[in-house]
């Protein structure tokens, strides 16, 4: 791999300024010097996907125009607008949780993320959000099928009076899963 000074010199040939190259991603000129930096030292983990792809880009000998170099850069942004629908979805978390999540809320999807039971919660959550829209009759073995899961949900979304068997029920349950730690 070429050193640093190499690749400022193969931009100074193609006429590429690293201001010109920052703009592209985006980013300050320092920052893209830090990432020359980190491209010159190996550190390619470091470096975001699309700017590292293009340095090594740039680093090859068979490239010889500053149209290459920004033909591959408008390729390689075309590539990563192309989302598909679960990239989406993700984004869409990311910008409601970036907005308005505080720490407690990040900290409790962290902790449901990683219970065991998360992914079947949520696909029963997802089929009580369904029956709730569908105008069918709700058959039983669908709620037996998965029950833990809706009763969760219905306790969740019940006025029901708490109970001192209740309450013992779930202060077993805690110290339960503290066993199991």
């Keep these: 791999m070429k050193k640093t000074n190499d690749i400022k010199e193969k931009l ?6 690293l201001t010109e190259l920052a703009d592209y991603f985006n980013i300050s000129r320092p920052t893209l010097y830090k990432h020359i930096e980190s491209f ?3 550190k390619l983990d470091q470096i975001p996907i699309l ?3 293009t340095l090594i880009f740039i680093n090859r000998e068979d490239v010889v125009s500053k149209k ?3 033909s ?3 390729n390689m942004l075309d590539r990563e607008l192309v989302f598909d629908q679960h990239d989406l979805m993700l984004k869409e978390v990311y910008e409601k949780l970036k907005r308005s999540a505080s720490n407690e809320t990040l900290q409790f ?3 449901w993320i990683e219970h ?3 992914t079947k919660f949520m696909e029963t959550y997802n089929k009580y959000e369904i029956l709730i829209k569908s105008d069918k009759k709700i058959e039983p073995s669908i709620i037996e099928k998965d029950f833990p899961s809706f009763e969760t949900i219905y306790s969740l979304n019940s006025k029901e009076k708490k109970s001192k068997q209740k309450i013992e029920n779930i202060i077993k349950h ?3 899963r503290r066993a199991k730690q």
């Design 12 to 17: 100074k040939e193609l006429g590429i300024r």
């Design 68 to 70: 290459e170099v920004i």
């Design 40 to 42: 010159d030292l190996n």
């Design 174 to 176: 805690i110290n339960d």
């Design 109 to 111: 999807i962290l902790n």
């Design 72 to 74: 591959f850069i408008i």
């Design 116 to 118: 065991p039971e998360y």
């Design 51 to 53: 700017i590292r792809n």
